[in-house]
C-alpha cells in the first residue's frame, strides 16, 4: 500500500530537513510503535530522533548509560513518551530487553532505535524502518527512504498529510 511517508525517497537538504521528516513521524505515532533507524556513523539517525523528541515536546531526556556507552535515552514528558536505544553495543536482541524495550512498549512509549538492524529479529513486524544515507556530494544532503508493515501503512493515510513542514519532496 502506498502512503505519503513510504515508498518514495526523501531528499533532505540540512538538518532543519530532517527534523520535519521526523515530525511528520511523530505526528502519527503511537505509543508502543517502533521506528527503526538505519545509516552509517554520521548519517543522522540521532538528529532524526532529535526531531521526533522536539515534535512530541519531549523536554529533557533521563540518560541512560552502560558503564561506557549511551544505551538508552527516555523522554518522559511530551505528549507521548519517547524511549531512544542505541543499540550499536548491542550483540544480540537479548540485549535491547535486558535494557527494558518491551516494558517501555508496554507501558506506551514510542520507540527509536538507531543501529536497529543489530536487534533485528526482536522487532515487530509492523517497525517502521528509516534508512539514511549522504544525498549527493552536499555535506548536509540527506536521503531518507522509509518502509513499514500493515499497521504504519494504514496510519499513514494521505489524507492525515499536510506539507505544514515543508522539506524537500523528490
Ligand atoms: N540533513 C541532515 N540530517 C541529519 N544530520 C545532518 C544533516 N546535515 C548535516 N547533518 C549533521 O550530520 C551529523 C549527523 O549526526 P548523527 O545524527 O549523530 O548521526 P548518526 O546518529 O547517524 O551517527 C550531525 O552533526 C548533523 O548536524
Ligand atoms: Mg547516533
Wanted: contains cysteine.
Amino acid at each position: 500500500m502506498s502512503s505519503e511517508l513510504t515508498g518514495r525517497a526523501w531528499e533532505l537538504h540540512d538538518v532543519e530537513a530532517t527534523h520535519a521528516l521526523a515530525a511528520r513521524v511523530a505526528a502519527v505515532r503511537r505509543g508502543g510503535d517502533v521506528i527503526a533507524l538505519r545509516g552509517e556513523l554520521g548519517a543522522g539517525k540521532t538528529e532524526f530522533v532529535r526531531g521526533l523528541a522536539a515534535a512530541l515536546g519531549a523536554g529533557q531526556a533521563d540518560v541512560v548509560c552502560s558503564p561506557s556507552y549511551l544505551l538508552l535515552n527516555v523522554y518522559a514528558e511530551g505528549s507521548v513518551p519517547l524511549a531512544h536505544f542505541d543499540a550499536y553495543f548491542m550483540s544480540s536482541s537479548d540485549d535491547l530487553e535486558r535494557a527494558g524495550f518491551d516494558e517501555l512498549r508496554r507501558a506506551g512509549h514510542l520507540v527509536a532505535i538507531e543501529w536497529a538492524e543489530r536487534v533485528e529479529d526482536a522487532l515487530p513486524d509492523d517497525t517502521l524502518w528509516v534508512d539514511l544515507r549522504p544525498l549527493g556530494d552536499t555535506p548536509d544532503g540527506r536521503r531518507a527512504e522509509l518502509s513499514q508493515g500493515a499497521r504504519w501503512s494504514a496510519a499513514v493515510q494521505p489524507e492525515r498529510a499536510d506539507d505544514r513542514h515543508g522539506e524537500g519532496r523528490a
